[in-house]
């Protein structure tokens, strides 16, 4: 019996990092790639910024919005863009996962508030500490109350929109993880990062390019199982 694969993700890559980093780690994909290990029959690149057409939900399983260097309130085309397409993913149930410029994309587009962060450049390997409302998220029981993600954005999620619900806060960032709907999260740390990531897009002259992650990765672990909720079985996509 022939098996017809899964649906695969789309890795919405929002820009392009500076050529210095690119040269070396790569640019956004590769970094979720690796993070989650995926084979190049699970998963589809978009990049927005290049004019490629943001994929058709039925087309894929889930989606990825990446970090980028941009500016949401610089409101590019292709982010305005990509900012309707969130919405209309939304109202089709698509699992999203925002990440950095991706969780900034998703609050401004369905009504929050996007500006500078009035507490400055938020940097480094940092603790993020979970509302009481979290261990009631199916992405994050389990998580502890406090753990430590990887983190560097200027720009920040002032206001959450309308109805979202304010999962995790850091001491610069009110608002680290947002959830929109059963199907639809956002973070702003970044779970796809390593020690080696954080340092190549850190300036050389930085503190907190010495920081090391121990213990558990939790920040990594609510990517892995946004990817393992969303992926459908081999049987799901065969409609079975």
């Given at each position: 019996?022939?098996?017809?694969?899964?649906?695969?993700?789309a890795?919405i890559?929002?820009?392009v990092?500076?050529?210095?980093?690119?040269?070396?780690?790569g640019e956004?994909?590769?970094?979720?790639?690796?993070?989650?290990n995926?084979?190049p029959?699970?998963?589809?690149?978009?990049?927005?910024h290049?004019?490629e057409?943001?994929?058709?939900?039925?087309?894929?399983?889930?989606?990825?919005l990446?970090?980028?260097?941009?500016?949401?309130?610089?409101?590019?085309?292709?982010?305005?863009?990509?900012?309707?397409?969130?919405?209309?993913?939304?109202e089709?149930?698509?699992?999203?996962?925002g990440?950095?410029?991706?969780?900034?994309?998703?609050?401004?587009a369905?009504?929050?508030?996007?500006?500078?962060?009035p507490?400055?450049?938020?940097?480094?390997?940092?603790?993020v500490t979970c509302?009481?409302?979290?261990?009631?998220?199916?992405?994050?029981?389990g998580?502890?109350?406090?753990?430590?993600?990887?983190?560097?954005?200027?720009?920040?999620?002032?206001t959450?929109?309308?109805?979202?619900?304010v999962?995790?806060?850091?001491?610069?960032?009110?608002?680290q993880?947002i959830r929109?709907?059963?199907?639809?999260?956002?973070?702003?740390f970044?779970p796809?990062?390593?020690?080696?990531?954080?340092?190549?897009?850190?300036?050389?002259?930085?503190?907190?390019?010495?920081?090391?992650?121990?213990?558990k990765?939790?920040?990594r672990?609510?990517?892995?199982?946004?990817?393992?909720?969303?992926?459908?079985?081999?049987?799901?996509?065969?409609?079975?």
């Amino acid at each position: 019996m022939t098996h017809t694969p899964a649906l695969p993700i789309a890795l919405i890559q929002l820009e392009v990092p500076p050529a210095h980093v690119v040269a070396q780690i790569g640019e956004q994909p590769r970094w979720f790639i690796d993070a989650l290990n995926l084979q190049p029959d699970e998963y589809l690149i978009v990049r927005p910024h290049l004019g490629e057409a943001l994929p058709a939900f039925d087309q894929i399983s889930a989606a990825i919005l990446s970090g980028s260097w941009a500016m949401v309130t610089d409101h590019a085309d292709w982010s305005e863009r990509s900012a309707a397409w969130i919405r209309a993913a939304i109202e089709a149930s698509l699992p999203l996962l925002g990440v950095c410029y991706g969780h900034q994309l998703m609050a401004y587009a369905l009504g929050g508030e996007v500006a500078d962060n009035p507490n400055g450049w938020e940097r480094g390997l940092l603790p993020v500490t979970c509302g009481a409302q979290a261990q009631r998220d199916p992405l994050l029981r389990g998580v502890p109350s406090t753990f430590s993600a990887w983190l560097s954005h200027r720009q920040s999620v002032l206001t959450p929109p309308p109805q979202a619900q304010v999962l995790a806060a850091s001491e610069r960032d009110g608002c680290q993880i947002i959830r929109y709907s059963p199907q639809a999260l956002s973070v702003q740390f970044h779970p796809e990062f390593s020690s080696s990531i954080m340092r190549a897009c850190l300036p050389d002259d930085s503190s907190d390019v010495a920081a090391v992650m121990e213990g558990k990765d939790w920040a990594r672990a609510l990517l892995t199982a946004f990817w393992q909720q969303a992926r459908p079985s081999v049987e799901q996509a065969q409609g079975a």
